[in-house]
């Protein structure tokens, strides 16, 4: 018999999500799947813009699928023709804006099923990824 982890199991496993690129001018969004917990100990993705001038704002942002729960908008903008990184951690004290990489603080989060991660990036023009 398998035993899998489930709400109600004591057991876990340390698991790394990655999603598809989601592609020209779409945000990401990732769900907690049915009869799971998520405890997130970090998020990273990369953003590229093109060459269309605007400083654009990312957002972080978890929700229990209808009302946000919590969000985070960086105050660095991200400018056209830039890839950068960000990354939310449980390690990172403030926000920090280190050679295209951006750290961000993560607060503990356990999310149930049903609960999202997703970003909202202002201005994002087309060519943006």
């Not at 269309?52 to 209808?66: K, M, P, Q, Y």
């Not at 149930?112 to 970003?119: D, M, V």
Request: with cysteine; aromatic share 6%; net charge neutral.
């Amino acid at each position: 018999m398998a035993i899998t982890p489930t709400i109600n199991s004591v057991h876990g496993r340390l698991r790394s999500v990655t999603d598809t690129d989601p592609g020209a001018q779409a945000e990401i969004s990732e769900t907690v799947p049915a009869r799971r917990r998520w405890s997130i100990k970090s998020i990273f993705f990369h953003l590229v813009t093109d060459g269309t001038v605007a400083n654009r704002h990312v957002s972080l942002i978890i929700d229990d699928g209808a009302n946000d729960l919590w969000k985070i908008t960086c105050s660095s903008a991200h400018p056209a023709s830039c890839d950068t990184t960000y990354s939310f951690a449980q390690i990172a004290a403030t926000e920090a804006l280190v050679n295209c990489a951006c750290f961000h603080p993560l607060p503990t989060l356990s999310l149930p099923a049903g609960a999202r991660i997703r970003t909202a990036t202002s201005l994002l023009k087309a060519g943006g990824e």
